[in-house]
């Protein structure tokens, strides 16, 4: 954006060099004779050192005023982006987890995709009609891809479910996800300790992960 002038500033610039213009007109139309009278010398000299200053004060930087606006902080502290429960894979909506087994799970995610870019998304609901179809959705929502896993547990419904994609399903069948939720979670999950049922299954997974992959 080109700098705005002030008036004041205008004043100084173009009144003298208006003052001199006039003066080199009449110089024209009379001669060089009317430089030789030392008056008008002097007060030539002094309009063009007026011009002279006129011109700096333009080119000046303004200053901002009082009541301006601030210039902008260039030792700001940077943005970064933060952490957030979104990003995490476990969905705890019936309040059935402790913070120290969600802490568990998200860090297994991790050493997961670290080590074969996969994961194990973890949801808790209270009485959904079709727990299948709310695990798929879930999934879904999570971003999971072919060769994840999700373990749903309807709290108040008092059933489980375990779900895996579809480029493993050929290698991991439904009836892999039925023994290994059964074996698994039953005994926990039937003693009300939704921790250790949901550890001791992604456990399992986890080392199923390490298997498969060699």
């Known amino acids: 954006m080109s700098p705005v002038f002030p008036i004041r500033t205008l004043f100084l610039l173009v009144i003298p060099v208006a003052i001199a213009a006039i003066i080199l007109a009449a110089a024209g139309r009379r001669g060089a004779g009317v430089f030789k009278k030392q008056g008008v010398a002097w007060g030539l000299t002094v309009l063009m050192v007026f011009a002279a200053i006129g011109i700096g004060y333009a080119k000046a930087p303004v200053k901002p005023s009082a009541n301006g606006p601030e210039p902008p902080q260039t030792n700001a502290p940077a943005a970064y982006p933060s952490d957030s429960p979104s990003d995490s894979f476990v969905w705890d909506n019936a309040n059935a987890l402790s913070s120290r087994t969600e802490q568990e799970l998200d860090r297994r995610n991790e050493r997961l995709w670290n080590a074969h870019s996969v994961s194990i998304g973890v949801v808790t609901c209270d009485n959904e009609r079709d727990l299948g179809d709310y695990a798929l959705a879930c999934a879904?929502?999570?971003?999971?891809?072919?060769?994840?896993?999700?373990?749903?547990?309807?709290i108040a419904g008092e059933n489980y479910w375990l779900v895996q994609g579809d480029d493993i399903r050929r290698v991991f069948t439904d009836d892999d996800c039925s023994d290994y939720a059964y074996d698994c979670m039953e005994k926990h999950f039937a003693a009300g300790d939704y921790d250790n049922a949901?550890?001791?299954?992604?456990k399992?997974?986890?080392?199923w992960y390490g298997n498969y992959y060699g």
């Open 140 to 154: 879904e929502k999570m971003g999971l891809g072919g060769y994840d896993f999700l373990v749903a547990l309807d």
């Open 198 to 202: 949901v550890l001791k299954l992604t």
């Open 204 to 207: 399992a997974l986890e080392d």
